[in-house]
């Protein structure tokens, strides 16, 4: 799939890449924080879920479990903080996490890629993993919550299971690598990552200034 380059920020309709996958929980507390912004700016948003491990492979993090005990017990204590102050519900630790996010991250590739918007069922999706205790690398959980936002589950999930979306996914991750993703979610303008859903805030002055990106060089 294309990787072009976004356009400036000073464009008259900004575009911003969003990364992120469904078993992140930080994805989904600033889901629809994330969201206002693109919005009240005006900006496309393109959605691109992607393989967080690998990412990590490149960007020196480790999942949860290979952390030290004071970095997963500070996790804990930030998800319960920016979950109240988002005022969204959580379950800290889910009964279904990890689990394999590939076929639900592929739901949303193959809804954005007929023109559909995914976010009402990403949120869904986000809602039965952190806060449900549902499974969703269940193909049966991911075709309920598919419906439930309205959307053909069988159509949805054939494509996303296609060889065509499966390898979108893969393109993404290597693009957000390129841009420099450390985790998730990260939101690109310009080339400009932002990592993390505290960094919104920065996004939002970002869109409002007109401000041309950032960048290590």
Not at 118 to 127: G, H, L, T, V
Request: hydrophobic content about 45%; glycine content about 6%.
């Amino acid at each position: 799939m294309p990787t072009d380059p976004l356009p400036t920020s000073s464009a008259p309709f900004p575009s911003i890449d969003y990364f992120f996958t469904l078993i992140s929980p930080f994805s989904y507390l600033g889901h629809k924080a994330f969201l206002a912004v693109a919005g009240k700016h005006g900006a496309a948003v393109r959605y691109r879920p992607f393989n967080l491990f690998d990412v990590f492979k490149t960007s020196g993090a480790v999942p949860v479990p290979q952390r030290p005990a004071s970095r997963q017990a500070y996790r804990l204590i930030e998800l319960q903080r920016i979950a109240h102050f988002r005022d969204l519900p959580l379950t800290l630790k889910p009964k279904h996490w990890p689990t394999n996010p590939a076929l639900a991250d592929g739901a949303v590739q193959a809804i954005a890629d007929g023109g559909g918007d995914p976010s009402d069922y990403m949120f869904r999706a986000f809602q039965a993993c952190w806060v449900e205790d549902r499974d969703i690398a269940d193909e049966a959980t991911v075709a309920e919550l598919l419906t439930a936002a309205g959307h053909d589950a069988a159509a949805v999930i054939a494509i996303a299971q296609s060889e065509a979306v499966v390898a979108e996914r893969a393109s993404n991750t290597e693009a957000a690598i390129a841009a420099g993703a450390v985790g998730a979610p990260v939101y690109t303008l310009a080339g400009e990552p932002f990592w993390g859903q505290d960094r919104i805030e920065y996004l939002d002055h970002a869109l409002a200034s007109g401000r041309g990106a950032f960048s290590p060089s």
